[in-house]
């Protein structure tokens, strides 16, 4: 019903910056929240950062204050503006969408590798 596509990832140096995009298509119309989520290697896919409906958001405390999560005028595309990059950061990001009645759909992820 839904798909999702990131996009943005890349290779960065210790503090720089990157920002990810998710474009949703098909049937959006029951969407209510939209997120990031994060994978690192040899660890579990954990929550970043998540857009609501109305616009209220919210980060996982490791990106607190370098991370920021914003969409378009549409709410598509949803975006991760990340920040002082860190090697921890280091990850394949994923898109989320929440519909209202509680079924998620994933994109396929992006890597975002921050080198030392």
């Known amino acids: 019903q839904v798909q999702l596509v990131e996009s943005g990832g890349g290779t960065v140096q210790p503090g720089g910056s990157l920002r990810l995009s998710c474009v949703a298509s098909?049937?959006?119309?029951?969407?209510?929240?939209m997120g990031w989520y994060r994978q690192a290697p040899g660890k579990e896919r954990e929550w970043v950062a998540t857009i609501a409906h109305g616009g209220t958001t919210n980060y996982a405390d490791p990106v607190k204050g370098r991370f920021t999560i914003s969409r378009g005028a549409t709410k598509n595309p949803v975006y991760l503006q990340m920040n002082s990059l860190k090697p921890e950061d280091t990850a394949v990001y994923y898109c989320n969408a929440n519909q209202r009645d509680g079924v998620d759909y994933w994109g396929n992820g992006t890597l975002v590798t921050v080198s030392s």
């Open positions: 098909g049937n959006i119309a029951r969407v209510r929240s």
